[in-house]
Protein backbone atom coordinates (compact mmCIF):
# COMPACT_ATOMS: atom_id res chain seq x y z
CA UNK A 1 0.00 0.00 0.00
CA UNK A 2 1.58 3.24 -0.86
CA UNK A 3 1.80 5.65 1.88
CA UNK A 4 3.33 9.06 1.15
CA UNK A 5 4.94 11.84 3.51
CA UNK A 6 5.48 15.40 3.24
CA UNK A 7 7.45 17.82 5.15
CA UNK A 8 7.28 19.90 6.56
CA UNK A 9 3.71 19.97 7.73
CA UNK A 10 3.97 23.55 7.75
CA UNK A 11 6.10 26.32 6.84
CA UNK A 12 6.59 29.71 7.65
CA UNK A 13 8.59 31.93 5.65
CA UNK A 14 9.27 35.61 4.79
CA UNK A 15 8.68 36.60 1.00
CA UNK A 16 11.49 36.24 -1.43
CA UNK A 17 13.03 33.50 0.30
CA UNK A 18 13.54 30.23 -1.92
CA UNK A 19 12.02 27.10 0.13
CA UNK A 20 12.09 23.11 -0.48
CA UNK A 21 8.83 20.83 0.29
CA UNK A 22 9.59 17.45 0.62
CA UNK A 23 7.63 14.23 -0.54
CA UNK A 24 8.92 10.66 0.53
CA UNK A 25 6.32 7.59 -1.18
CA UNK A 26 6.66 4.21 -0.49
CA UNK A 27 6.20 2.24 -3.61
CA UNK A 28 8.50 2.88 -6.09
CA UNK A 29 6.30 1.08 -8.80
CA UNK A 30 4.70 4.33 -9.97
CA UNK A 31 4.25 5.80 -13.07
CA UNK A 32 4.40 9.33 -12.32
CA UNK A 33 4.26 12.52 -9.65
CA UNK A 34 2.04 15.63 -9.72
CA UNK A 35 2.25 18.25 -7.72
CA UNK A 36 -0.88 20.44 -6.55
CA UNK A 37 -1.64 23.34 -4.49
CA UNK A 38 -4.67 23.75 -2.62
CA UNK A 39 -6.02 27.09 -1.47
CA UNK A 40 -8.66 27.38 1.93
CA UNK A 41 -12.23 25.75 1.13
CA UNK A 42 -10.90 25.45 -2.70
CA UNK A 43 -10.23 22.53 -5.15
CA UNK A 44 -6.41 21.35 -6.47
CA UNK A 45 -4.56 23.55 -8.86
CA UNK A 46 -2.22 20.82 -10.74
CA UNK A 47 1.18 22.43 -10.49
CA UNK A 48 3.83 20.11 -12.02
CA UNK A 49 3.22 16.72 -13.09
CA UNK A 50 6.68 14.41 -13.80
CA UNK A 51 6.92 11.35 -16.09
CA UNK A 52 8.73 8.70 -14.58
CA UNK A 53 10.62 8.62 -17.16
CA UNK A 54 11.88 12.45 -15.98
CA UNK A 55 13.58 13.66 -13.10
CA UNK A 56 12.69 17.51 -12.93
CA UNK A 57 9.73 19.39 -14.15
CA UNK A 58 9.75 23.03 -14.52
CA UNK A 59 7.26 25.90 -14.77
CA UNK A 60 8.78 29.24 -13.73
CA UNK A 61 9.22 29.51 -10.20
CA UNK A 62 8.87 26.29 -9.87
CA UNK A 63 10.65 23.10 -10.26
CA UNK A 64 10.32 19.48 -9.37
CA UNK A 65 12.55 16.89 -9.04
CA UNK A 66 11.64 13.11 -8.83
CA UNK A 67 13.95 10.05 -7.52
CA UNK A 68 11.33 6.71 -8.20
CA UNK A 69 14.60 4.84 -6.56
CA UNK A 70 14.82 6.63 -3.43
CA UNK A 71 10.68 7.34 -3.30
CA UNK A 72 11.60 11.37 -3.11
CA UNK A 73 10.24 14.06 -5.10
CA UNK A 74 10.72 17.69 -3.91
CA UNK A 75 9.24 20.66 -5.09
CA UNK A 76 11.60 24.09 -5.03
CA UNK A 77 9.99 27.39 -5.08
CA UNK A 78 11.88 29.99 -5.86
CA UNK A 79 11.84 34.03 -4.57
CA UNK A 80 8.48 33.34 -2.62
CA UNK A 81 5.86 35.43 -2.58
CA UNK A 82 2.54 36.29 -0.34
CA UNK A 83 0.38 34.32 -3.41
CA UNK A 84 2.43 31.25 -3.10
CA UNK A 85 0.92 30.71 0.48
CA UNK A 86 -1.28 27.75 0.45
CA UNK A 87 -1.26 23.85 1.10
CA UNK A 88 0.88 22.23 -0.91
CA UNK A 89 -0.06 18.27 -2.09
CA UNK A 90 2.28 15.51 -3.58
CA UNK A 91 0.61 12.55 -5.30
CA UNK A 92 2.31 9.58 -6.90
CA UNK A 93 0.39 7.98 -9.47
CA UNK A 94 -0.34 4.57 -10.27
CA UNK A 95 -2.83 3.94 -13.28
CA UNK A 96 -5.10 6.75 -12.78
CA UNK A 97 -5.34 6.79 -8.81
CA UNK A 98 -3.23 9.35 -6.77
CA UNK A 99 -2.29 8.90 -3.57
CA UNK A 100 -1.90 12.06 -1.40
CA UNK A 101 0.17 13.14 1.49
CA UNK A 102 -1.20 15.54 3.80
CA UNK A 103 0.35 18.53 2.18
CA UNK A 104 2.27 20.74 3.68
CA UNK A 105 0.91 24.35 4.89
CA UNK A 106 3.13 27.16 3.09
CA UNK A 107 2.81 30.86 4.77
CA UNK A 108 4.45 33.55 2.97
CA UNK A 109 4.64 37.17 5.11
CA UNK A 110 4.98 39.87 3.36
CA UNK B 1 -11.66 25.17 -22.37
CA UNK B 2 -13.72 25.03 -19.30
CA UNK B 3 -12.51 23.43 -16.03
CA UNK B 4 -13.79 20.41 -14.33
CA UNK B 5 -16.98 21.58 -13.09
CA UNK B 6 -19.25 20.13 -10.04
CA UNK B 7 -22.29 20.58 -8.97
CA UNK B 8 -23.55 21.58 -6.54
CA UNK B 9 -21.34 23.45 -4.28
CA UNK B 10 -22.59 23.09 -1.31
CA UNK B 11 -24.96 20.53 0.53
CA UNK B 12 -27.00 20.16 3.59
CA UNK B 13 -27.99 16.49 4.53
CA UNK B 14 -29.30 14.54 7.17
CA UNK B 15 -28.33 11.45 8.45
CA UNK B 16 -29.92 8.53 6.98
CA UNK B 17 -30.90 11.01 3.51
CA UNK B 18 -28.89 9.89 0.35
CA UNK B 19 -27.14 12.26 -2.08
CA UNK B 20 -26.26 12.83 -5.72
CA UNK B 21 -23.31 14.50 -6.66
CA UNK B 22 -22.17 16.00 -10.28
CA UNK B 23 -19.07 16.13 -12.32
CA UNK B 24 -18.63 17.43 -15.76
CA UNK B 25 -15.27 16.99 -17.16
CA UNK B 26 -12.91 18.65 -19.24
CA UNK B 27 -13.84 18.52 -22.89
CA UNK B 28 -12.45 15.46 -24.38
CA UNK B 29 -11.64 13.83 -21.23
CA UNK B 30 -12.87 10.50 -20.78
CA UNK B 31 -11.39 9.76 -17.29
CA UNK B 32 -13.29 10.76 -14.48
CA UNK B 33 -12.12 10.22 -10.55
CA UNK B 34 -13.88 11.36 -7.11
CA UNK B 35 -11.96 12.05 -4.10
CA UNK B 36 -13.17 12.62 -0.24
CA UNK B 37 -11.18 15.07 1.51
CA UNK B 38 -11.39 15.52 5.41
CA UNK B 39 -9.59 17.03 7.94
CA UNK B 40 -8.73 13.71 9.39
CA UNK B 41 -8.04 11.33 6.52
CA UNK B 42 -6.94 14.13 4.44
CA UNK B 43 -7.73 12.99 0.40
CA UNK B 44 -8.82 9.52 -0.05
CA UNK B 45 -9.43 7.63 -3.68
CA UNK B 46 -12.93 7.01 -3.78
CA UNK B 47 -13.47 5.74 -7.54
CA UNK B 48 -12.32 6.13 -11.14
CA UNK B 49 -14.21 5.71 -14.46
CA UNK B 50 -13.50 5.34 -18.22
CA UNK B 51 -15.90 4.89 -21.06
CA UNK B 52 -18.79 4.35 -18.24
CA UNK B 53 -16.65 1.58 -16.88
CA UNK B 54 -15.63 1.35 -13.03
CA UNK B 55 -11.52 0.45 -13.73
CA UNK B 56 -10.50 1.66 -9.89
CA UNK B 57 -12.21 1.66 -6.44
CA UNK B 58 -10.99 2.47 -3.33
CA UNK B 59 -11.67 1.86 0.03
CA UNK B 60 -15.30 2.90 0.65
CA UNK B 61 -18.29 1.27 1.88
CA UNK B 62 -20.76 -0.08 -0.60
CA UNK B 63 -22.76 2.87 0.24
CA UNK B 64 -20.65 5.27 -2.09
CA UNK B 65 -21.35 4.47 -6.05
CA UNK B 66 -21.05 6.18 -9.27
CA UNK B 67 -22.12 6.02 -12.58
CA UNK B 68 -20.34 7.58 -15.53
CA UNK B 69 -22.73 8.42 -18.40
CA UNK B 70 -21.79 8.37 -22.25
CA UNK B 71 -20.43 12.00 -22.52
CA UNK B 72 -18.47 11.15 -19.73
CA UNK B 73 -20.30 13.20 -17.20
CA UNK B 74 -20.03 11.33 -14.37
CA UNK B 75 -22.38 11.31 -10.56
CA UNK B 76 -21.85 10.20 -7.58
CA UNK B 77 -24.41 8.44 -4.75
CA UNK B 78 -23.91 8.14 -1.29
CA UNK B 79 -26.81 6.39 0.47
CA UNK B 80 -27.78 6.36 4.14
CA UNK B 81 -25.90 9.36 4.94
CA UNK B 82 -23.61 9.66 7.77
CA UNK B 83 -22.11 11.80 10.20
CA UNK B 84 -18.59 11.53 8.98
CA UNK B 85 -19.58 11.70 5.51
CA UNK B 86 -19.51 15.14 5.53
CA UNK B 87 -16.56 16.16 3.61
CA UNK B 88 -15.65 18.11 0.59
CA UNK B 89 -15.65 15.79 -2.28
CA UNK B 90 -13.32 16.62 -5.12
CA UNK B 91 -13.96 15.60 -8.66
CA UNK B 92 -10.93 14.85 -11.42
CA UNK B 93 -10.77 14.33 -15.03
CA UNK B 94 -7.79 13.17 -17.25
CA UNK B 95 -7.15 12.80 -20.88
CA UNK B 96 -6.56 9.04 -21.29
CA UNK B 97 -3.65 8.13 -22.78
CA UNK B 98 -3.05 4.22 -23.19
CA UNK B 99 -1.39 2.92 -20.69
CA UNK B 100 -0.17 6.14 -19.16
CA UNK B 101 -1.07 7.89 -16.08
CA UNK B 102 -1.28 11.65 -17.50
CA UNK B 103 -2.03 14.90 -15.95
CA UNK B 104 -5.13 15.36 -13.58
CA UNK B 105 -7.44 18.15 -13.08
CA UNK B 106 -9.68 18.97 -10.48
CA UNK B 107 -13.27 20.42 -9.92
CA UNK B 108 -13.87 22.76 -7.30
CA UNK B 109 -15.71 20.83 -4.86
CA UNK B 110 -18.80 19.76 -3.93
CA UNK B 111 -18.90 20.36 0.60
CA UNK B 112 -21.08 18.27 1.67
CA UNK B 113 -22.70 18.77 5.22
CA UNK B 114 -24.60 16.10 7.39
CA UNK B 115 -26.39 17.14 10.21
Known amino acids: KQEVTQIPAALSVPEGENLVLNCSFT??????LQWFRQDPGKGLTSLLL?????REQTSGRLNASLDKSSGRSTLYIAASQPGDSATYLCAPIRGQKLVFGQGTRLTINP | KAGVTQTPRYLIKTRGQQVTLSCSPI?????VSWYQQTPGQGLQFLFE???????NKGNFPGRFSGRQFSNSRSEMNVSTLELGDSALYLC??????????????FGPGTRLTVT
Open chain 1, 50 to 54: IQSSQ
Open chain 2, 27 to 31: SGHRS
Open chain 1, 27 to 32: DSAIYN
Open chain 2, 49 to 55: YFSETQR
Open chain 2, 92 to 105: ASSLEASGAAVEQY
